[in-house]
Every structure is written in C-alpha cells, then in structure tokens.
C-alpha cells in the first residue's frame, strides 16, 4: 500500500496519535515503516484501528521494525508456532496463575525492565474485548523527565536504581506466577534517567511495577524520590487512554513510555484476549555514560531463555508412567 494514504493525528497534548491509511495484513513498503517509527518516535504510542491480523501477520509486521523476542522471561507455555506471541488473556491467567486479574502486571510499569535489556517497542493486538472497561493507559516518560525542577532533574541524571519482578508489591507466594519468578529471578540496575539511543531525549526510566529501590542512598530517602518520580511520570497531563475494539493494535517506544493496564476488570465476568510481541532491546544508558548492569538472570532475546529451555527438556527426558 503507498504511504501516501498514511494519516497520522495527534490524540492527546503530549503523547499518543492515531495512524490510518495502512493495512497491516498485507507487506509495507519501506516508506511506509519509515513514517510509522517516526510518528512512534515523536509520538510515543501511536494505534491502529480495526486490522484484524492474525498471529503470522502481527509477528510480521512486527519483524519490520527490529528482531522479535520470545513471548516473555517467564512465559514457559507459548502458543505452539508461535513463541514470539504473549497471550494477554484473563482467563489463562487465572487458570495458570491462581490470580484473578487481566495482565502479568497491573500497575504502571516499563515492560520487562527487570532484564538488563528490556525490549526496544511493543505490539499488542485486541482480539476480544469486552465492550465495557478495559481501556489502557500510557504515560510520556520525557515529558515526565522535562517537567522536575532543574534541580529534580540533575539530581535525577546522577541516580541509579534496582529493578526486579515482584518489586514492592508482592505477588501472593502461593500463585504459580510468584513461583516462575522465584524459580528465574532477573534483577537488574538502570539508570533513573535513560538517553534515548535514536532520539537523543532523556527519559525518567522508573516505574512502580518493577523498579525496587533507588541505590546509595538510605531506604527512606530511596522510598520518598520514588514516591516523587512515580507520582510525576503517572500525571494525567502526560498521559493518554486508549478504548479497545476488536481488531485495534497499540505500537509503544517501550524506551520512552510507561502503561497501565485495566483496573476496572476484575469483579466483572467478561473476557478479554489480547496478544503482545516485543523487539529486542538494547542496554540502557544515562546521563553520565554508565550502561545498565544485570545483577540475575540474562538478558532477553530471540531465544527461549536458558531457564524454560531445561526445564522443557526435562519434561521431555522424563519417563510416561503407565
């Protein structure tokens, strides 16, 4: 299709727009992809209305814009064909986890920053959704960033901060969720503000998800800079709230934004299946030249990590009992 019949518009004052013109089962020109990572690089998140791919043409598209990781660190059951595809399914999240909620983490966070290398972009696709609730949200890391003091901002630049899974919030040790974690801890040091690698912006790379404490300075201190860079990226003003149909996909800078998931869900009996793949990250770097740094686990690539890898062909080695 020519990118002449892209259009790109703006939906909210400092993040989000709506691209039309593009029909995502079908190959883009290089043109096309070109105007797409540009408006996903001004823009932060931009959504596409009423594709209806399927699970071939979402990693294919996705493919166009860096390699595709495996579905999740701990996502040790993918979709036979398909282990690039996260399912974001409420059903079989309850099912596998014990947990009654919509998402693997339902409070703001950066998708996966527990790894050294968290993923670049993210795709999520609606496949069914319910028609009430169930909206997400995002939030302009930059703009979050720009908006401290001078001040916040330079005390920001020289601070590093622990992120992990299960950070601050914990998962009750019974779910098979917390189990998985415990079983692959991934703990990692970012810096509290990230350069982007493309577009040269700093960002305030933290998020109540995973990001656990800030380090060198005293718990108290780390808890009340937290509280303040948390309450500054989850502003309203920095952020936009995306209303799902059938058929809709969001596109994130996974670098540069935080997301919520539903909090409206949980005592209603509705279904809700969505399907997320991500592109391989690179490792983050502040102000001050200093490259994240893992502390457990390795970094998220490609491959099926080391860990589900052995424990599948430990199943595989052990004997049928008849």
């Known amino acids: 299709m020519s990118n002449k019949h892209i259009e790109v518009k703006q939906v909210a004052g400092f993040i ?56 999740h660190p701990h996502e040790d059951e993918p979709i036979e064909g398909f282990s690039e595809i996260l399912p974001i399914d ?5 099912r596998r986890n014990g947990l009654r909620r919509s998402s693997y983490e339902s409070r703001w966070h950066t998708d996966v920053t527990a790894v050294v290398n968290p993923p670049t ?8 959704v ?16 720009e908006g401290l003091s001078a001040p916040l901002r330079d005390l920001a630049d020289k601070l590093k901060a622990e992120h992990r899974f299960n950070a601050r919030l914990r998962i009750p040790s019974y779910s098979k969720l917390a189990q998985r974690i415990a079983a692959n801890p991934l703990v990692s ?12 912006e700093r960002a305030l790379y933290v998020n109540p998800g995973f990001t656990s404490h800030i380090l060198d300075v005293s718990p108290q201190e780390s ?10 990226i989850t502003k309203p003003a920095y952020t936009t709230r995306f209303r ?9 800078d996974n670098r540069a934004t935080a997301h919520l998931a539903p909090q409206d869900l949980d005592h209603l009996e509705v279904e809700r299946v969505l399907y997320r793949t991500t592109i391989k990250g690179d490792i983050p770097v502040g102000v001050d030249g200093f490259r994240s740094q ?13 860990i589900l890898q052995n424990k599948a062909e430990k199943v595989k080695a052990e004997p049928v009992l008849s």
């Open 16 to 71: 989000g727009a709506e691209i039309s013109g593009v029909d995502l089962s079908r190959p883009l020109h290089d043109e096309a992809v070109k105007e797409i990572r540009q408006a996903l690089l001004k823009w932060k998140v931009v959504f596409f209305r009423g594709q209806n791919i399927d699970h071939t043409a979402q990693i294919a598209f996705t493919a166009r814009f860096g390699e595709v990781t495996y579905a």
């Open 90 to 94: 409420r059903s079989r999240f309850e």
């Open 121 to 128: 972009l993210s795709i999520l696709r609606a496949v069914n």
């Open 130 to 145: 319910p028609s009430i609730g169930g909206d997400t949200q995002w939030t302009n890391l930059v703009a979050a960033y």
């Open 189 to 200: 040091i970012h810096p509290v503000v990230r350069v982007h690698p493309e577009t040269g």
């Open 223 to 232: 808890d009340l800079l937290l509280e303040l860079f948390f309450n500054q």
């Open 244 to 252: 799902w149909n059938n058929g809709d996909i969001a596109f994130w």
């Open 294 to 306: 893992a502390v457990e686990g390795e970094p998220f690539g490609i491959e099926v990590p080391n």
